[in-house]
C-alpha cells in the first residue's frame, strides 16, 4: 500500500492523491491533422455533395471499408443518423419493433422510434453490460423486423448467440458499434462480420472527428446505396455529370462534411498506435484493482477484444458499506473519488427505456430490466482520460486514488451513517 492511503480523505478535509479532476485530452490533435483539414479549407471542396470527387468524404469511406475488410463505407452526419438511415435502408417503419438493449447510449432507441418503429428493450449481461441473447429471445415477437445489439463501453455483444436467435426469426442484425472502434469479436473486427453497422465519430470517440460524424458500413451494396440516397434529399449524385436534383425517396440532409472526413482520416493513420498503447495503459490500470474487495472491474471475456472506450466498474455496495442504502453508498463513494481527483462519474442513470421521453412508449412493464437496473444503480464510469496514449501514469494515479478510498471505507460508513440520520 503506497503513503497516500495511510492519509485523510480528501472529502474529510485530507490532501486529495491528484490536486484537481485531470482535464479531458481528447481528442488529441497533431500537425498532420492540422494540415489534413487545411488541405480541405484551401481546396473549398467543403460538402460531399461535389460533383467531380474523390472528396475527403470518399477517402475515409474508402480507408475505413478497408480497414475493416468491408465491401462498403458510408459517412454520414453522426452516429445517431448512422443508426436512422441504416433501418430505414432495411426496410424498417411504422408497425415494426426493433430490440436495443436496456443499457445503452439512449440514441439507439431514439433512432429506432425516429423511423416511425417501436423498441422493445433486452436486459443486458451483468458481466460484459451488453445485450443477454437470452432476454433478446423473451422480446422477439410477431413484428420484430431488426435486432440492434450494442457493442457497449467498446465490447462487442455476443454476435454468435445473437445473430443465431435473429436468423431463426428473420430478424435483421445492426450493430450499434459507437463506441466500440477497433474492438474484435473472435478475431473480427466489430462492423466487419458482413451485417449493417454503425460508428459514431463524436470527437469522444475512440476513432474521433474535429466535432460530429458517423460511418455506416455493410456488405449489401443495396443497403449502402439506399444509405448515400437518403443522406442526400433522396438524389444520386455522380462524380461524372452535374447535379439532377430529381429526389428519388424521402430523404435527409445527413452528409458528412470533408472537414470532419479529413480530420479522422489522419487520425486513422495512427488509429492502431493508439488503441494498442490504450489496451496496455488500461490492462496496467485494472491489474492494480485487482485486490480491492467488492470492486468488480470491467471484463474482457475470452476471445474478446475490448477498446476501452469507457471503464465501468460496479461495485458490491452492500458488503462495503453494510446497511446504507444503496443510492446514498454510491452517491458517497462517488463523491470521495471525486474529491481524490478521480473524475468517477455516473453513465445512464436509468435503464433507457424510463428515460422520460422514451417511458410513454414502452410497450414493456416497468423494471423488466432487472440487470440494467442493478447496472445502474451500483456503478460508476470513467471516460475519456484514459485515451491519450501516454494516460498509463494518470491510469496509475487513479489506482492510487482507488487504493486510497478503499482503505477509508470505514470513514465513508461513518459519513454514510451521518447522512442517513
Ligand atoms: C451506443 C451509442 N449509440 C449511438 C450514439 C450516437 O452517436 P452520435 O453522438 O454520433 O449521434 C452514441 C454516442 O455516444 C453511442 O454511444
Known sequence: ???????????????????????????????????????????????????????????????????????????VSNGTTAIELALLAHGVGPGDEVVVPALTFVATAMAVVHVGATPRYADVDPVTFTMSARSLAAQITGRTKAVVPVHLHGLSADMEAIGDIARRHGCVVIEDAAQAQGARYRDTLCGASGNTATFSLQMTKNLPTCGEGGLVVTDDDGVADRIVQLRQFGETIRADRPRRYVSHRLGFNAKLSNVQAAYTASQLERFEEYHAARRSNVAAFLARLEHLDGLLCPA??????????????????????????????????????????????????????????????????????????????????????????????????????????????????????????
Not at 324 to 350: H, K, S, W
Open 1 to 75: 500500500m503506497n503513503g497516500a492511503a495511510a492519509d485523510t480523505l480528501a472529502l474529510t478535509g485530507g490532501e486529495p492523491v491528484l490536486g484537481t479532476l485531470a482535464p479531458v485530452d481528447w481528442p488529441r490533435t497533431t500537425d498532420a491533422d492540422r494540415a489534413a483539414v487545411l488541405s480541405v479549407l484551401d481546396s473549398n471542396v467543403l460538402v460531399s455533395d461535389r460533383t467531380g470527387g474523390p472528396t475527403a468524404v470518399e477517402r475515409l469511406e474508402r480507408a475505413w471499408a478497408d480497414y475493416l475488410g468491408v465491401r462498403r463505407c458510408v459517412g
Open 300 to 421: 474482457e471475456p475470452e476471445g474478446y477484444e475490448h477498446a476501452w472506450h469507457i471503464l465501468r466498474f460496479v461495485v458490491d455496495l452492500g458488503r462495503l458499506l453494510p446497511g446504507v442504502d444503496t443510492a446514498t453508498a454510491r452517491n458517497l463513494l462517488i463523491r470521495a473519488l471525486r474529491a481524490e481527483g478521480l473524475p468517477a462519474t455516473r453513465y445512464q442513470m436509468m435503464p433507457v427505456p424510463e428515460q422520460p421521453a422514451l417511458r410513454s412508449i414502452c410497450p414493456q412493464e416497468p423494471g423488466s430490466w432487472p440487470v440494467t437496473q442493478d447496472v445502474v444503480d451500483r456503478s460508476f464510469t470513467l471516460q475519456q482520460r484514459h485515451l491519450p496514449p501516454d494516460a498509463g501514469p494518470l491510469l496509475q494515479n487513479f489506482a492510487d486514488v482507488l487504493e486510497k478510498v478503499w482503505s477509508h471505507l470505514k470513514v465513508l460508513a461513518e459519513l454514510a451513517e451521518g447522512a442517513d440520520r
